[in-house]
């Protein structure tokens, strides 16, 4: 029967986990509205994933290309696994790791890109490369995994498959599990002639062959865990590294920075001095000027005084002189009249 489109659960699946139950309800909400109670039962049955389950979920939805080169890469490695092929096994087993890391550092991208994700610091990026270990070993998981309805994180220690699948010998056209035949082993032993016996031999070579052999994945599946753990350890030695010099590099910059603060205020300080002269001697220059401004303006007035009074003392001058004139002729006229 009809239900939720594809588009629509992967819409839902993308949502940052805080967030989903109430984008799934509006979603139930709308089916009901649109008459399609099929619907609108199927989101309802729909769970919130957690952080980690979220961030593989956003990688199988917006990089699901390369979640099908994962898939691809884990069919090999189960195939190998099954065959016993050593080489092909290290060798899928080494692409393993760096798909992994590739992987992982998508999803820091990603997870980025969303405005509502969790800081850097805090997504559970261990749980995500658990994840997707576990995809190699689980099919159901690597099924969940790309179709990018993972709800919870998986995790798996070991190596190969998931349960580990039984080994078989398989000799002409006998193709019996070898674990059954020791049980019909005694009762064939009794009476029976030489070529029988030299069978049994032959089996209990081949069963030996079979333990060698089984020991030897076992021996195979623990160097490839010692090699991981080694990968993981080289890598954890190499970020402690980086992180060191990270925090040199920060002490530094500290140091830098509290030098570069003492100078601006310093520089502040002597800024703030000279204006606080300039406007002193702004202050100064306006009384100045207002003195000169008076100065001036006495001046003109003093030029108009002393302008007005040489005026005057030239008139006074010239009525004296014309007064003495008049006093010389008098005296000259009285002295013939005598």
Do not use: H
Request: charged share 35%.
């Amino acid at each position: 029967m009809p239900g939720p489109s594809t588009e629509l659960v992967q819409q839902l699946y993308r949502i940052p986990p805080d967030r989903f139950v109430a984008a799934r309800d509006a979603a139930v909400a709308d089916a009901r509205r649109a008459g399609d109670p099929g619907t609108a039962r199927q989101l309802a049955r729909l769970r919130r994933p957690t952080v980690a389950a979220w961030l593989v979920n956003l990688l199988a939805i917006q990089r699901p290309e390369l979640v099908a080169d994962l898939v691809q890469l884990a069919d090999a490695l189960r195939t190998a696994q099954r065959e016993l092929r050593g080489p092909r096994l290290r060798e899928l087993s080494a692409q393993r790791r760096a798909v992994v890391a590739a992987l992982v550092a998508e999803v820091r991208k990603l997870a980025a890109a969303e405005p509502d994700a969790p800081p850097a610091g805090r997504l559970p990026l261990a749980e995500v490369e658990s994840t997707l270990n576990a995809a190699f070993s689980d099919v159901d998981v690597a099924e969940q995994v790309r179709a990018g309805r993972l709800l919870r994180a998986a995790s798996y220690a070991g190596f190969g498959e998931v349960p580990r699948p039984q080994l078989r010998l398989v000799t002409g056209d006998d193709e019996e599990p070898e674990e059954e035949r020791p049980a019909r082993r005694p009762a064939a032993q009794r009476g029976r002639p030489e070529a029988a016996a030299r069978t049994d031999r032959a089996t209990s070579r081949t069963d030996q062959t079979t333990s060698r052999t089984d020991r030897a994945a076992e021996r195979a599946e623990q160097a490839a865990q010692r090699a991981a753990r080694a990968e993981r350890a080289r890598q954890r030695r190499a970020l402690d590294r980086e992180l060191a010099r990270a925090r040199t590099d920060q002490q530094r910059a500290e140091a830098e920075l509290t030098e570069a603060a003492g100078q601006e205020r310093d520089v502040a300080a002597v800024l703030d001095g000279i204006e606080a002269e300039l406007a002193e001697l702004e202050r100064r220059r306006a009384v100045a000027e207002q003195d000169l401004s008076r100065a001036k303006l006495a001046r003109r007035a003093a030029e108009r005084a002393a302008t007005v009074a040489r005026r005057r003392a030239g008139e006074v001058e010239a009525a004296v002189e014309a007064l003495a004139a008049e006093e010389g002729d008098a005296d000259a006229g009285g002295g013939a009249a005598d």
